[in-house]
Structure formats: C-alpha cells, structure tokens
C-alpha cells in the first residue's frame, strides 16, 4: 500500500524521497473549474486529474476597531466591475479602486498616494490573528488526503505575504523601486510597519495545524528587482518572520513568481524549508532547472518548475509527458521536489492536465 498524498508531499518538503515524485498545482482558479469543469469544487479537480491535493485555508480573525473602518462603494461607468474601498481613521482617510473580471483583480489607484499615508497606517490599522480552530478543524476534515496550506497575512483589501511584496502593492512597485534610492528611510519605516502586523499574526500560529505557509511575492524576484535592493529591503525582513514561523512550529515556503537564478543563494541564506515557483524563461522567469537544483541547497525542497503555459495548452499529450520527464531529470532525482505549474493557469487542456499528473505518477524512486 503506498503512502497518501499528504505524506508523500511532506516527504519533500521534510528534503525527503517519497514513493514517487509528488504532483500538484498552486491556486486552482475558479475561471478554470467554471469554464472547463462545470463549476465542480477543488477536491472533485484534484480527484479527477489525479493530482496531489492542497486545501488553501486562510481564516483570520481581527477585532473590530472604531479608528478603522472600511468602506466599499461602487463605481459605474467602467467595462469592468470596479469597487473604491475607503479606511476611515481618526487622523484621515486613505482610499483605493480595485477592478475585478472573470479571471483576477488588480489596484487601479494605489492605497499609499503621499508619503504620510503610512503614518495613518501604522497608528491605526488592525491586526488579524489566526483562526486555529478553522484551521485544525479543516485538518482533522482530511486527514492524509490533502497537505494544508496558507500564507502569512496580505494587507486588508489587496495584499501579499511578503513585507517587499505588501509594500509594492499599497504603493506600486515603480514608485517603490524608486524610492529605495530617493528615500531609503521612508521605504524601511514602511516595511517596518508592515513588517509589525505580519508578526503579531505569525505569534497567533502556534497550535495550528498548517503543513507549510507561503511568504513572499514576485515583485521581489530579479526580474523585477536588483539582488542589492532584494537584500537590503526583502531579506531583513522576510527572514525574522520565517525564523519566527518557525518557532511557532510552522514550515514556510518562499514565493518568488519571476527570475530566481540570480537571487538563488540570497533566498536560500532566509532557510525556507521549500522555495517556488521556477519559472522557466518561457514563462517570462529564468530559470535553470537543473543549474538552479544543483545551488540550492539539498535540505530545501523545491516546488514548480513547470511550464503551464505551453504544455497545458497547444500541444500533444506526449509534449506535455515529455516535459514532466525533463523537469524530473533536472531537479527530482534525489527528492526534495514537488512537481508544480508555475503559479497559476486559467485555461488549459483536460487532457493534457492529465498527462502531467499521469507521468508524474510513472516518476518514480
């Protein structure tokens, strides 16, 4: 009898060799099981294609607060559904327009628009703790049948893991880019701030049952920034929330949506217990799979490196097989590796879903 799909992924993640190589994929969008699969829940894909399956669960708690209150009202006119959101506090508003369709969401007006919007932020913003409950009892729902996993808490409204990452989507990343050279102060008075409410989260973690927890972002990938600014504005960061992840028992893996391979040492040093996404250059990344296998450590699990864009749609079922087998070649052989799209997709080919996970299946130690 072979081990389940919960324990053949901790296998990996524990820098381990399961039975054979784990197969899964990040964030199933609801665009995908509503336009391709009739709607059907996550468990029903996962049990269908015969992957691995993850239960994302993200519950929060946070205690209401008179000095920040959110507000929401629409706004018409626009071809798509757009929503501004307005946080009242005692020393002033901030606002932000969010737009949303079928497939994602995205900040058309930035919540930090002046520099003393982050005063407002840090003496009035809530801070969420974890609903434990939720999170075990969701645990206890599947036992070994699925891994359980979240992230460190975003910004309320629109955010991310990472501090660099929330930082880039309150205040854009160009203008975030440019302000680590004309204000460095301000940009660490930020991240301090945000820095503050992801750990007052991660002190509530203890006791719950997580398998691994997501911290980072692509806007801190080197396709987006320098490996100088990715280690005096990501690293000082995002590594004390790890350590303090880990010393509420929790495992994280790091996040990084873009170029990896110059920064590839620099995450490693934060001691993740895995890393993702390695994406390949023709995704828009720049990753070696093979090369990027043999600097990252052996005691860190990787988690990706597959190209969803190119063998999920438009090609033959044994183009797709083909590339399961290359990914395994260059980064599975020895363990430590779960095999992954990198990030999400929206549309893809039934059919060749099910080549990834079959070949997969036939990939083993």
Same mark, same amino acid.
């Given at each position: 009898m072979g081990i389940s799909s919960k324990q053949r992924m901790l296998k990996a993640i524990e820098r381990g060799i399961p039975d054979r190589l784990p197969v899964t994929t990040h964030h199933i969008m609801p665009y995908y099981l509503n336009h391709y699969m009739d709607g059907v829940s996550n468990d029903v894909f996962f049990d269908y294609f015969g992957?691995?399956?993850?239960?994302?669960?993200?519950?929060?708690?946070?205690?209401?607060s008179g000095n920040w209150q959110i507000k929401e009202e629409d706004v018409a006119g626009q071809s798509d559904r757009t929503k501004?959101?307005?946080?009242?506090?005692?020393?002033?508003?901030?606002?932000?327009?969010?737009?949303?369709?079928?497939?994602?969401?995205?900040?058309? &007006? /930035?919540?930090?628009?002046?520099?003393?919007?982050?005063?407002?932020?840090?003496?009035?913003?809530?801070?969420?703790?974890?609903?434990?409950?939720?999170?075990?009892?969701?645990a206890a729902g599947y036992g070994d049948k699925a891994l359980i996993r979240g992230h460190i808490c975003g910004?309320?409204?629109?955010?991310?893991?990472?501090?660099?990452?929330?930082?880039?989507?309150?205040?854009?990343? &160009?203008?975030?880019?440019?302000?680590?050279?004309?204000?460095?102060?301000?940009?660490?008075?930020f991240l301090k701030i945000l820095q503050k409410r992801k750990k007052y989260y991660i002190a509530s973690l203890d006791g719950?049952?997580?398998?691994?927890?997501?911290?980072? !972002?692509?806007?801190?990938?080197?396709?987006?920034?320098?490996?100088?600014?990715f280690d005096e504005y990501v690293a000082p960061y995002d590594v004390e929330l790890i350590r303090l992840a880990h010393d509420a028992g929790?495992?994280?893996?790091? /996040?990084?949506? !873009?170029?990896?391979?110059?920064?590839?040492?620099?995450?490693?040093?934060?001691?993740?217990?895995?890393?993702?996404?390695?994406?390949?250059?023709?995704?828009?990344?720049?990753?070696?799979?093979?090369?990027?296998?043999?600097r990252v450590p052996a005691d860190i699990c990787m988690i990706g490196g597959f190209d969803q864009f190119h063998f999920f749609k438009d090609?033959?079922?044994?183009?797709?097989?083909?590339?399961?087998?290359r990914c395994f070649e260059?980064?599975?052989?020895?363990?430590?590796?779960?095999?992954?799209?990198s990030d999400h997709f929206f549309?893809?080919?039934? &059919?060749?879903?099910?080549?990834?996970?079959? &070949?997969?299946?036939?990939?083993v130690y």
């Open positions: 992957l691995d399956p993850i239960v994302w669960v993200t519950p929060y708690k946070t205690v209401p501004r959101y307005t946080i009242v506090t005692p020393g002033g508003d901030l606002t932000t327009v969010i737009q949303y369709n079928d497939y994602t969401c995205w900040v058309t &007006e /930035h919540l930090v628009k002046e520099k003393r919007d982050i005063d407002l932020i840090g003496h009035y913003v809530t801070s969420p703790v974890c609903d434990t409950e939720v999170v075990n009892n969701t910004f309320d409204l629109f955010g991310q893991p990472g501090t660099w990452q929330d930082a880039a989507c309150l205040f854009g990343i &160009e203008k975030l880019i440019m302000a680590t050279f004309d204000d460095p102060e301000w940009v660490h008075t719950a049952k997580y398998d691994i927890l997501e911290l980072g !972002g692509g806007d801190a990938s080197s396709t987006v920034i320098s490996p100088k600014i929790q495992r994280i893996v790091y /996040h990084t949506c !873009g170029g990896m391979m110059p920064i590839l040492e620099n995450i490693a040093s934060m001691e993740p217990d895995a890393m993702e996404t390695f994406t390949p250059p023709a995704m828009g990344g720049d990753v070696d799979l093979a090369q990027a296998r043999k090609c033959s079922p044994e183009q797709t097989r083909l590339e399961v087998r260059a980064a599975g052989q020895n363990g430590a590796f779960i095999l992954s799209p549309d893809a080919e039934p &059919e060749l879903i099910k080549a990834f996970a079959d &070949e997969a299946q036939k990939c």
